[in-house]
T-cell receptor
Framework: QQQVKQSPQSLIVQKGGIPIINCAYE??????FPWYQQFPGKGPALLIA?????SEKKEGRFTISFNKSAKQFSLHIMDSQPGDSATYFC????????????FGPGTRLSVLP | NAGVTQTPKFQVLKTGQSMTLQCAQD?????MSWYRQDPGMGLRLIHY???????DQGEVPNGYNVSRSTTEDFPLRLLSAAPSQTSVYFC??????????????FGEGSRLTVL
């Protein structure tokens, strides 16, 4: 069964801290792993994405680490700011034509000033 | 640059009533989809479409109907609303239907309460 597990469910850090959100999957056909950021009252928006041919991708303060053998990937937020407070969803997309995004249950992040 | 537009933003229904959530995109995307978001459940796929005239069921299709007569529009119909359909609904579109198509664009959501 296609499923993406995500932890923790919620996370509170101080400004400047480095929150880490972890995701795991089972289906080896997944080959695209995006992270979405959602602010209250808004739709999710793409934050950063990775494909399994690389082990790490960095965009600004956001980094994805990918471990293909363990079937795990994680999001790190460097120097976190109160404006990063949001819900974060990991997702996985199979490489087969005609498949859909599979989302994790989400992590609610609060960055305290 | 509107992207994905959903209406209405808020709706209250009584059990048994029917209604349609509207979704329109102006990016000429082939792929459109509807998700519902419930606390602790993430985003669950209801129905999706890969082009005009083509629709298919997602993970949680019961109680919902869709059609795709144009590339731009993908309405979601609730046939006989139930309290279990109280949720936030998101429409999303994408340029293609495989993993190379990249980003999934979401609307701002429609919050539905069924009494």
């Amino acid at each position: 069964q296609q499923q993406v597990k995500q932890s923790p469910q919620s996370l509170i850090v101080q400004k400047g801290g480095i929150p880490i959100i972890n995701c795991a999957y089972e289906n080896t056909a997944f080959d695209y792993f995006p992270w979405y950021q959602q602010f209250p009252g808004k739709g999710p928006a793409l934050l950063i994405a990775i494909r399994p041919d690389v082990s790490e991708k960095k965009e600004g303060r956001f980094t994805i680490s990918f471990n293909k053998s363990a079937k795990q990937f994680s999001l790190h937020i460097m120097d976190s700011q109160p404006g990063d407070s949001a819900t974060y969803f990991c997702a996985a997309v199979p490489d087969n034509y005609g498949q859909n995004f599979v989302f994790g249950p989400g992590t609610r992040l609060s960055v305290l000033p | 640059n509107a992207g994905v537009t959903q209406t209405p933003k808020f709706q209250v229904l009584k059990t048994g009533q029917s209604m349609t959530l509207q979704c329109a995109q102006d990016m000429n995307h082939e792929y459109m989809s509807w998700y519902r978001q419930d606390p602790g459940m993430g985003l669950r796929l209801i129905h999706y479409s890969v082009g005009a005239g083509i629709t298919d069921q997602g993970e949680v299709p019961n109680g919902y109907n869709v059609s795709r007569s144009t590339t731009e529009d993908f309405p979601l119909r609730l046939l006989s609303a139930a309290p279990s359909q109280t949720s936030v609904y998101f429409c999303a579109s994408r340029g293609g239907w495989d993993s190379s198509a990249g980003e999934l664009f979401f609307g701002e959501g429609s919050r539905l309460t069924v009494l």
